[in-house]
């Protein structure tokens, strides 16, 4: 069964970078698919952030081109959220997940989500 | 961006009734729409893909209808674990764009 799991910490300081990690068991994340991180803010507004690929490339939202990195280490088949200089405005629920494109195209796969405030 | 535009916010409904939740896409997004749950605990869950495609293991109380720019997703019956939040989402075009999702509450 494939399963994803988010961790990372809880809370983070204004203007420091948020680091999330994904890690995915049941499935090699460099066997195929997209791999996305996507959001929840409070007020249930949500927002696909970007993905990292089967073969590593990526593609971000143009919304936070200038603060996003997704990577991965596919030693561990885990992959990974930093975005810098974050805001009260980046307090939300993070999501990993899966996209499928083998046929149709949607997320087929999701983490439990994780909570982050930044707050001083 | 594609905005999705999603329809009613809220919707209280009774066990056993129908409901209809639309979503509509600032310009056509030729049925590259999808449908999830996300439950009271966070989970979230693919419902419907490609606008009328039921995911493996959905009821099939669920379905999905649209074209163009309107798309909506019907439960024919409501059971209890059916309240809980819903989005539509596009990848027609880049960057994927939500709905701003509908609340199902018991009435």
């Known amino acids: 069964e494939i399963q994803l799991q988010e961790s990372g910490p809880g809370l983070v300081k204004p203007s420091q970078s948020l680091s999330l990690t994904c890690s995915v068991t049941g499935y090699t994340i460099t066997s195929g698919y997209d791999w996305s991180w996507i959001r929840k803010f409070p007020g249930n507004k949500m927002e696909w952030m970007g993905y990292?690929?089967?073969?590593?490339?990526?593609n971000y939202n143009p919304s936070l081109k200038i603060r996003i990195s997704i990577t991965r280490d596919t030693s561990k088949n885990q992959f990974f959220l930093q975005l810098n200089s974050v805001t009260t405005e980046d307090t939300a629920t993070y999501y990993c997940?899966?996209?499928?494109?083998?046929?149709?195209?949607?997320?087929?796969?999701w983490g439990q989500g994780v909570m982050v405030t930044v707050s001083s | 961006d594609i905005q999705m535009t999603q329809s009613p916010s809220s919707l209280p409904a009774s066990l056993g009734e129908r409901v209809t939740i639309s979503c509509r896409a600032s310009q056509g997004i030729s049925n590259n729409l999808n449908w999830y749950q996300q439950k009271p605990d966070g989970t979230i869950k693919p419902l419907i893909y490609y606008t009328s495609n039921l995911q493996s293991g959905v009821p099939s109380r669920f379905s999905g209808s649209g074209s163009g720019t309107d798309y909506s997703l019907t439960i024919s019956s409501l059971e209890p674990e059916d309240f809980a939040m819903y989005y539509c989402?596009?990848?027609?075009?880049?960057?994927?764009?939500f709905g701003s999702g509908t609340k199902l509450e018991i009435k």
């Open positions: 990292i690929s089967n073969s590593g490339s990526t």
């Open positions: 989402q596009q990848d027609a075009s880049f960057p994927f764009t």
């Open positions: 997940a899966r996209y499928t494109y083998y046929g149709y195209n949607y997320f087929d796969y």
